[in-house]
């Protein structure tokens, strides 16, 4: 049965979809032995499709994990300085899975890792990016809090207002907080809490949408999602 390339490369665990458009666009596809272009379909069993002159390999078992990264590990494959990576913590699954957004070296928490492109690009996607809630722990003057649920300029981006729940004060200076954003700009929350002068002494990722955290994984653990999970994520 005949598809749009790039949804066959992106089923085949290569890259995201829209990666694969980009590939096209650059000429990197040929289909039994024409170049491809972009909204061409093929016979994923039947044609010989060639991305960068190797052949394209079938569609691998698709897997979805959830991973309680801990501190200090980077949301990458490959870091070219050294540094570890999550790739490490879930070697054991038997399948080149990537992360599905990020979370900084230095926060913790809920992070989805699939080969499944499609699923990728559906939940990081900006017209419907998953609400993404977090464990916060702050210092500062707590009165400023508001202004995380206004918009606000980060790095010349207008950041739409986060969700912010008070979970525990500890002081007039310190608390707990769960916040929840949509956007996932680089280390957004940490510079949005800069901006209002508050300090982020943790940060830790409990929610993608309605999937939370699961409570008995440990730091650095992993295990794959229930298929009511990975169809939940797919319908959002």
Known sequence: ?????????????????????????????????????LGDSADPVRDKIL????PLR????????????????????KDERGRKTVRQLVAGCHARVYPVGRLDAD??????????GELTLHLT?????????????VRGDLRRLSGLEQPMDIDGYTVQPAKVYIRDQASDTEA???MTIHEGRNRQIRKM????????????????????LDPKLAPGKWRALT???IAYLKEF
Do not use: F, W
């Not at 079938?58 to 494959?77: F, I």
């Not at 996607?125 to 722990?137: N, R, W």
């Open 1 to 37: 049965m005949k598809e749009r390339i790039q949804k066959i490369m992106a089923q085949s665990g290569l890259c995201s979809r829209r990666a694969a458009e980009q590939i096209i666009r650059d000429g990197g596809v040929t289909v039994n032995g024409r170049p491809a272009g």
């Open 51 to 54: 991305v960068n002159g190797k």
């Open 58 to 77: 079938r569609a691998e078992e698709k897997v979805y994990l959830m991973l309680n990264k801990p501190r200090g590990y980077v949301s990458t494959l």
């Open 107 to 116: 926060s913790e928490g809920l992070l989805l890792m699939t080969n499944d």
């Open 125 to 137: 996607h900006p017209s419907h990016e998953a609400g993404k809630t977090y464990l916060v722990s």
């Open 176 to 178: 707990h907080i769960e």
């Open 193 to 212: 809490c800069e901006k209002c002068g508050l300090e982020v002494r943790r940060l830790k990722r409990i929610a993608v949408g309605e999937l939370m």
């Open 227 to 229: 298929p009511e999970e």
